[in-house]
């Protein structure tokens, strides 16, 4: 049985290898590296308040994980949070458990007063739990996107009007080769 948690802190050792084993399966050594690496970062450097992990686990194997970090936005009040990296075992793909971790991961952010979320990925999997295309003007990252179409938002909080000013990512996003 699937068990969704937000308790990532008993499980964050594993957190990087999964992050990399997955996106080596799915992209490549060096993109498996890449992210594994920005997954220590994650959970190594990011303040608690600015950080939160949700883990997918089926009895005591970790099947999943997704992390959100917060997104600021100087001249905007709202809470924004990205969400990156996403990952889900190979051998456990195809089973709805990425959709169901992104889905618990917004409804915990929705509980905790987060208006937004971002995320930068493939529009095709991402609107399947609600996420659009938005614009760079819309919501402003925070380092100049490779790929813009891939720029995608969530409103937690029924808000459609755009966020106002520059953003500024948590320190381990604030690398231009991720964007």
Sequence with gaps: MLNLTTNYKARVAELPGL????????????EGHAVGALAEGLLSTT??????????????????CVLFTRLSYD?????VFL????????????????Q????????ELRLQGVDYTVTYGD???????????ITENF???????????GWLGQSLA????PIEGPSHCVSAFNRPELW
């Design 19 to 30: 992050f990399r084993d997955v996106f080596t399966a799915s992209e490549s050594a060096e």
């Design 83 to 98: 969400m990156s990296p996403v990952a889900v075992r190979t051998d456990r793909q195809k089973a709805g458990i990425g």
């Design 158 to 161: 029924g808000s459609e009007t």
């Design 47 to 64: 303040p608690e308040d600015d950080l939160i992990g949700v883990l997918a686990l089926d009895g005591s194997v970790l099947s999943g």
């Design 100 to 107: 169901k971790l992104i889905s618990f991961g917004l409804e």
């Design 123 to 133: 529009p095709a999997y991402y609107q399947k739990v609600g996420f659009q295309q």
């Design 139 to 149: 919501a402003q990252p925070p380092m100049p996107l490779s790929m813009p179409h």
């Design 75 to 79: 001249q905007d009040p709202r809470q």
